[in-house]
């Protein structure tokens, strides 16, 4: 049965498309205007604004679609600036007081418009399970006993910042937390990280410190898991981290073997733990 | 009875000394090298290393204090490049594995060893009673009902994060979390909010969204009150925040008069609040 993937920005909506359509599902994409890539010309599509919920139901109707997975990022619009179909007049009011509440509010609104449309919100991991992050080291370097301390803290760091709806990310090394995720994001988080005194963190050259992502305890995995990629693993690699803990069955990577290798290449882990 | 003050970096130290002096205190400074201020020659004084606790101990014993307060910014030290004195080289080991365990850890660590030595631990609050917050607004700005609910949340997430040894202080617009203090500090998590799109924020045309700075749960008011100036004033001013809110009786506010000032002319408020 044909999937319905209505994509936002970032790396992950094609990730997904590719990997279901290399088990063999149709995919039809609704491309978010302004966000989504030019990358879903080779699918089936249909490319709206944010405000026109009413027309992406009708394109993913016609496609013969019953599930539906909302991926990658989706920036907040000026709702003063939207343009607005009929349904999106309607709606907009709820969506507005969802984005009051913060993203994973404004989230769960939009996959409800979908659910009460009659249609199925399907989790990442269920359209493409080859993303999601296993237990274990991806590459060959695995974590020591004072990293793992780190991840315990940096984990309690982000659960606690999740249950208030902050942020998916927090880094620490050696008890000290470096960095902790808000609306910058996690990239923005990481480059910071370069700009504290070397005293206090790891360097390219002598790594220290671990960077966590986890999904907020207030999130669905059904539209917001946590990802890295290469790019993350760069990231962290260029302000002096020793790796990155994801939490496995909950997290996804998107270029497994890409970073794995990048991984190797740079010496830092890449682990997915139940913490 | 005379004032030992130990003064690290920043203005508090030197408005903490100006305040107990002009109540009629006399004061003793030791200053730390590298961190505090020249005004430390106005007072009876002596320049340390953070490694010479020997030194610190013998020239306050000297000057017939009893009471001591650690106020300012400690650096956390190259320990390998430290100058250390014979008690230096026995308590380092203690104070490597504080600093392990984050800025507080280190900090009880440090008034411990006074304390040990017959010292009594004093709180800014007791030696300089003018700094501290009191409820209500400083200047004639006041916060309206949506900054109040933004308060709310940044109190939460600061006091979530305080429990972990985090940070003090967050920004809240509106409901989202626009930033949150690590490792960082409060001035740069300030003026990481302008880089922020600025749909998600405010601007110093319209101003929208509220810095809180709260003593973290694990903190001692001994040690590490939050402090807040004309230049936290000024910093917020710059990123379009709409107010700071501090807890009343738990908060330092340093020169009250010209922070009121400061923010009634750029159009903040300035609140303390018993949340």
Known sequence: MSLGLIAGGGELPRAVAESARAAGRPVFVVALGGMCGGWAEEFPHERI???EPG????ALAAAGTKDVLLVGKVERPKFSELKLD???????????????????ALLRMLVG?????????VSVAEAAPGLVAEPGSLGRISPDESHRADMTQAFAIVRALGALDVGQAAAVCEGLALAVEAAEGTDAMIARIGQLRDNLRGTPEKRRGVLVKALKPTQDAKTDMPVIGVETVRRAAEVGLAGI??????????????????ADRLGLFVVGVSP
Chains 1, 2 share one sequence.
């Open 245 to 262: 803990a994801v939490e496995a069955g909950k997290s996804l990577i998107v270029g497994k073997n890409a970073v794995a290798a990048e």
């Open 113 to 121: 418009l979908f659910e009460e449309a009659g249609f199925r919100a």
């Open 49 to 51: 604004s944010l405000g």
């Open 86 to 104: 009929a349904k999106g007049v309607m709606v907009l009011p709820k969506v507005i007081a969802a984005a009051r509440r913060g993203d994973d």
């Open 55 to 58: 027309r992406a139901l009708k």
